[in-house]
């Protein structure tokens, strides 16, 4: 592993990974005690309608897909307030919308052949200084944000009747957690790419629920794997030449199932036991 660390674009490559494990292991962990699996998954695939609009008007990539995702996400936040029985149909319109966009505007962009599957897989190992200094930017003003509200966030996720009743900005909470989404799949999308960016999101803090008793604990534990899939999947990539960003999911995939298989011994362990 030692010997990769020589290549910048591989240093460069491992900051982007622990920049992302731990932006994804906080919000990943709200998306996960929040279901809202779906609806990240929509704003996730809707996000390409940015990355097409970005290279059609040469504007940069962050400020292009950052400000698509986060018009789309405020939008399908507000139909999962107000509407909530037809927010899957409209969660899966914007998708299929922004999707179809994204691709559109890409085909039509003039002079310029974009690589389709370094987006729909990821392009960890070509990110450059600049948007690591984006991102670390991004990671901070999402860590100030769940910082300060922590504690309303934690009263949100688990008991929403209570926090509204002691007066807790609710929806506003709502809003702002599902902008920090946008903004985070933004970030996650160059290093897993869109088809696999839901996988980086949720795999670690799903695995971390059923080991951590506390929101925090489980924040941190999610960061901890996520840092874990990402070095471990940089190394399988670099040894056996595999697409960076699959065997980085692959690998995440891979501890998620031993940890459902570990369960299951356990509870059949405590079973023979007690019997």
């Known amino acids: 592993m030692i010997e990769i660390l020589q290549f910048e674009f591989m240093r460069n490559a491992l900051y982007a990974g622990f920049l992302t494990s731990i932006i994804c292991g906080i919000i990943g962990t709200l998306i996960v005690v929040n279901r809202l699996v779906f609806l990240a998954g929509g704003i996730a695939h809707s996000a390409y309608g940015g990355i097409g609009m970005a290279f059609f008007f040469g504007l940069p990539y962050m400020v292009g897909a950052i400000g698509f995702s986060f018009v789309v996400a405020m939008i399908m936040a507000g139909v999962s307030l107000k509407a909530k ?3 899957d149909t409209i969660v899966g319109v914007l998708w299929a919308v922004g999707m179809a966009s994204g691709i559109l505007l890409l085909d039509l962009t003039p002079g310029y052949n974009v690589d389709l599957m370094s987006y729909l897989f ?5 990110v450059p200084r600049s948007d690591l200094i984006t991102m670390a930017a991004i990671g901070v003003v999402i860590l100030f944000l769940v910082s ?8 949100m996720s688990y008991d929403e009747e209570f926090a509204q009743i002691r007066g807790m ?5 709502y809003y702002m957690l599902i902008g920090m989404v946008a903004v985070t799949v933004v970030m996650v999308v160059q290093v897993v790419g869109l088809i696999l960016v839901i996988a980086l999101l949720t795999i670690p803090p799903s695995i971390s629920e059923k080991y951590t ?6 924040m ?8 874990v899939f990402t070095t471990g999947g940089l190394w399988l990539s670099y040894r056996y030449d595999m697409t960076s960003g699959a065997a980085i999911i692959f690998l995440a995939s891979v501890v998620f199932f031993l940890s459902l298989f570990l ?3 356990i509870l059949l362990f405590k079973k023979n036991i007690v019997l």
């Open 213 to 218: 008793k506390s929101l925090a604990k489980m």
């Open 85 to 87: 029985e037809r927010a």
């Open 263 to 265: 369960d299951r011994v």
């Open 122 to 126: 990821g392009s960890i190992l070509s």
């Open 220 to 227: 941190l534990s999610s960061c901890f794997l996520g840092m």
């Open 169 to 173: 900005p609710v929806k506003r909470l």
């Open 148 to 155: 300060y509200f922590f504690r309303d966030l934690l009263a």
